[in-house]
C-alpha cells in the first residue's frame, strides 16, 4: 500500500510563508471597525429571517446599517489612495 503522506508533501508544501505577513494583519486591523459592524448587521438579519420585524426591530436593522456606514466612511477616510491608483 503506497502512503499518501509522501505525496502529502507535493501537494500543500509548509513554508513560513503560510502566516500572514504584518502588512496583512495591519490591512485586517484597520478593517476591523467594517468587519464588526458587518457581522453585527448579519446578526439582525439572521434574527428577523423568522418572524415579522417589529419597531424595535426596524430600529436595530436601521442602527445596524448606519454603524455599517460610518465604520465604511472612516476606514475609506483612513486609508491613503495608490499613487497611479484609480480613485
Known sequence: MNSIVAL?????PWSDGLEPAAAELDAIE??????SAEVELLDVRIALMDRVPNELDERRFRRAVHRL????RLVAAATEPVP???A
Open 84 to 86: 497611479g491608483g484609480v
Open 69 to 72: 456606514l460610518d465604520a465604511r
Open 8 to 12: 502529502q508533501e507535493c501537494v500543500t
Open 30 to 35: 484597520v478593517e476591523m471597525p467594517v468587519i
